[in-house]
C-alpha cells in the first residue's frame, strides 16, 4: 500500500475521532496512476479529470489549456461588462 493512501487513511480515522465528517456528496478524488477505487464508509468516491482548487484548474494530465481558457472567458466576460462604461465614459 503507498504510504500517501495510508496517510490519507489516517488521517480520515484521526478526523472522525475529533468528531470531524466527510461530506460524501462533495468529496471527489483525482488519482494519477494506478487507478483504484476509493471507499469511505463504504460509498465509493467519485473519480474526476480535473478540479478547481484555490482559483485554478487542475488536470490529470497536468495540462494548463483548461486553465487558460477559463481564464480568457473570465477576463472576456469582465471587458464585456465593463463596455457600458467605456461607451458612456467617451460621450
Avoid: W
Avoid at 490519507?8 to 461530506?23: D, S, W
Amino acid at each position: 500500500m503507498p504510504s500517501d493512501l495510508i496517510d490519507a487513511i489516517i488521517c480520515i480515522i484521526f478526523k472522525k475521532k475529533m468528531g470531524l465528517r466527510i461530506n460524501i456528496k462533495k468529496t471527489e478524488i483525482m488519482i494519477i496512476g494506478e487507478q483504484v477505487d476509493f471507499f469511505i464508509d463504504g460509498h465509493k468516491l467519485k473519480r474526476v479529470v480535473r478540479f478547481k482548487y484555490l482559483g485554478s484548474y487542475v488536470t490529470k494530465d497536468c495540462k494548463l489549456d483548461k486553465e487558460i481558457g477559463a481564464r480568457i472567458q473570465a477576463a472576456s466576460c469582465a471587458m464585456g461588462s465593463l463596455r457600458i462604461v467605456f461607451s458612456t465614459a467617451e460621450t
